[in-house]
């Protein structure tokens, strides 16, 4: 048996909301069954200019095992000189960061530069930002240069990441699954809540901006309206962006009865009201990585239709756990029409739940391969 590492871990966490802090929350969790762990979090994240939304954190109480640092300011250098100290004393084995937006790169780059472990973790969820972003590529390459390991997600990122020519070694893992308990009898109250019995109903769910394809969905609908009248489609999810453009297009088309808006963020013991009363989540994302979204539906056993775009495909089976489509609105809406009229979601999640062993919590820690030399 392994002896337990120490381990520092650099990232958003709670009260932090969104992906990203979920992600670590879940990744904490794990590592603490086997290793010593000390989360080095956030003090402050965004500044307000680079924050659309309307909060950064969740208002809940946190408990004894959400302890963390709270240090890390992103405009604060002296920050940065605190963190390196407390990982230094501690004496960690290894640190692990979560990179997702290069606003974060140079401050990075100075604390994996200044700390006194051997092994640096980079874990990578978005080799790229979703918008452009001043010397992005080269922020990028310049943090990289300090990791001894780069953990990706998917194919496509881990191909990116090679291009830039990297000293530390690439391990290509996977987005494991977020675990949310639920009740499959549930799907029937909730359905009922929602007056949902004789729809069948498509989520589209997360963080609202232009990369995410809602445009093709409303597209997408257009075509389905005719085939399947009685189609409900849910859009959960605060807004980055102006909606107008969306309700717009939904108007133009005459799909006002299609379509159901919650664009609020979603706390965690309500999402699952959401997920269980869907039968179909479709992610149109016009470029992706991975997907927390995925993840979700995946936990909750909810087939989903992706596009081949960006990494999303490498999670799914396609026609036995999900669906792989071109951003074609009428291919989207064969997909569609043709998963509802041969009554597909029982066997599809059937299938889901065998497929999503396959991207634990437990087989994520082995990929990082911590306890090798």
Known sequence: MNKPLKIASIGPYLPFRGGISDFHNDLIKQLKISNDVEVINFKKLYPNFLFPGKSQTIDKKLNSNHKSRRILNPLNIFSWISAVQFINKFNADIVIISYWHPFFAFMYSFIAKKIKCKKKYFIIHNAESHDHFPLEKVLVKNMLKQATHIVT??????????????????????????????????????????????????????????????????????????????????????????????????????????????????????????????????????????SG?????????????????????????????????????????????????????????????????????????????????
């Open 153 to 290: 997600m998917n194919d496509k990122e881990k191909n990116k990441l090679e291009s830039f020519n990297p000293k530390g070694k690439i391990l290509n893992s996977f987005h494991p699954i977020y675990l949310k308990k639920f009740n499959d009898h549930d799907r029937i109250n909730y359905k009922n809540d929602f007056g949902f019995n004789e729809h069948p109903v498509i989520l589209f769910f997360g963080l609202i901006r232009l990369y995410k394809g809602l445009d093709i969905l409303i597209n997408t609908v257009n075509l389905l309206k005719d085939s399947i009248p009685e189609l409900k489609v849910l859009v959960v999810g605060e807004s980055y962006m102006s909606m107008k453009q969306y309700h717009l297009q939904i108007e133009k088309y005459n799909l006002q009865d299609y379509f159901i808006f919650n664009n609020t963020f979603v706390s965690e013991d309500k999402l699952k009201k959401y997920f269980l009363s869907s039968d179909l989540v479709v992610l149109p994302y016009k470029k992706s990585t991975q």
């Open 293 to 373: 979204v995925l993840s979700l539906s995946m936990n909750f056993n909810i087939p989903a239709l992706v596009s081949s775009n960006g990494g999303l495909k490498d999670y799914i089976i396609n026609n036995k756990t999900g669906f792989i489509s071109s951003l074609n609105p009428y291919d989207f809406s064969a997909i569609i029409e043709k998963y509802f009229n041969d009554n597909l979601y029982k066997s599809m999640s059937e299938n889901i739940k065998n497929h999503k062993k396959n991207f634990n919590w437990n087989k994520f820690e082995e990929s990082l391969r911590l306890n090798d030399n």
